[in-house]
């Protein structure tokens, strides 16, 4: 645990160092040993690029998740005390809320697709031009503001809903609200062609076109009925029934804007079963002294098994400096889970979340590996249920 707690100017010694030709490596030490806390623009472009790996091709949106049972690990997570440390995940902002949930020291979100960058791009710039949750809505939407905004810090997330809902997006679909993000995200230094300031303004415009009722899309596929809107995503509670999105307290989003403004939620084009993204990060997270105290896979396992590429996966698990009481984090759907209960969906849900502790995964390594899909999420998982 205590090596959760070194400074994060080390952390990115390491990831200069892990990365950056041998030339370079002096001036990028002395540039971050200047740094505070919070990270300089320059630096944070920089880890962006050597972290990442070219971009792939997934069929899907990714604007928003399509797990409607993402929250379900909270309690868990929380009750396990599982604090600090750095944080990886997959994926767009659902990512947010297990960071309010663990508040890592830095957090790193892998995606193959470099539109999931893109898109987090767009997301910091809303945390650091918002002052509070419903700025940050209003920004992502494209709604107006109230006059006693100040006075909205203190609204239940139900009231913030409300008003997203009971406006129309400003004049000609937001052009000055996009604007003003697109200007903000090219001040981050992080290098931007054409296709990808096109690919942030329409992102930006899925979200105030759709408004709130924004759902997962699919290429080729259609839409399942039981994918959630954003909405429900913001509003969904944990099995203690607890609302506990990074959205349903200003302390929790506060929390991420603290990271976001520290540029310490840094986004990698990555896959997980490649030969650099993964093994970069943990270089980075093993010189800066810390420990990953959680990593969020949703179901890309699954694919990974599928296409033959998750022994990979797992020898870049297993090179990350992994904490003694760490968690996997997934994602299921399978309508039941060939009848096991820790597949079970709850009422009204088409996914599960399970947690496993690293300890468990290092062991299967260590002793012949998983059976299959099945053996892999469910072996050792972790309780989730309510007290």
């Given at each position: ?22 030339a ?24 962006v ?8 091709y997934?069929d ?47 957090a ?9 960058l ?16 419903l ?39 937001g ?19 054409d ?41 969904e ?6 609302p ?22 840094i ?41 033959g ?47 496993q ?20 999420v ?10």
């Open positions: 645990m205590a090596r959760r707690t070194r400074l994060l100017s080390l952390l990115l010694l390491g990831a200069g160092l892990a990365c950056a030709p041998e370079t490596r002096s001036g990028t030490a002395a540039l971050l040993q200047r740094a505070p806390t919070a990270l300089s623009d320059s630096t944070f472009a920089a880890l690029s050597r972290l990442s790996e070219p971009g792939g997934f899907t949106d990714n604007l928003i998740s399509n797990e409607s049972s993402y929250l379900h690990v909270v309690g868990a997570l929380q009750r396990r005390g599982l604090r600090g440390g750095a944080y990886v995940g997959v994926g767009p902002d659902q990512n947010f809320s297990y960071m309010a949930a663990i508040r890592p020291e830095v790193f979100l892998v995606d193959i697709r470099r539109d999931n893109i898109e987090h791009l767009l997301f910091k710039a809303l945390f650091e031009l918002a002052r509070n949750r700025e940050y809505l209003a920004l992502l939407y494209a709604r107006p503001l109230p006059d006693d905004l100040d006075a909205w810090s203190a609204r239940p997330l139900d009231d913030l809903i409300a008003w997203i809902d009971g406006h129309a997006a400003l004049t000609d679909n052009a000055e609200v996009r604007a003003r993000v697109a200007l903000h995200v090219a001040g981050f230094g992080v290098p931007l062609g296709e990808d300031r096109a690919a942030l303004d329409r992102f930006h415009q899925e979200f105030i076109a759709n408004g709130l009722d924004l759902r997962f899309h699919s290429f080729g596929r259609r839409p399942r009925f039981f994918y959630p809107t954003h909405r429900d995503l913001l509003l509670r944990d099995l203690d029934g607890r506990v999105s990074f959205m349903a307290t200003e302390e929790d989003w506060r929390a991420v804007e603290a990271l976001q403004k520290a540029n310490r939620v986004p990698v084009v990555g896959n997980l079963a490649g030969e650099h993204a993964l093994r970069a990060i943990g270089d980075a997270v093993r010189e800066s002294g810390l420990e990953v105290s959680a990593l969020y896979a949703s179901n890309v396992e699954f694919y990974l098994w599928s296409d590429s998750f022994p990979t996966f797992a020898e870049n698990v297993r090179s990350l400096p992994l904490a003694d009481d760490g968690v996997l984090i997934r994602s299921y759907f399978g309508g039941g889970g060939f009848q096991d209960p820790l597949l079970a969906t709850a009422p009204g849900y088409y996914s599960a979340q399970l947690l502790p690293f300890s468990v995964f290092l062991e299967a390594g260590r002793t012949g590996g998983f059976r299959g899909y099945r053996d892999l469910t072996r050792g998982a972790l309780p989730l249920g309510a007290r």
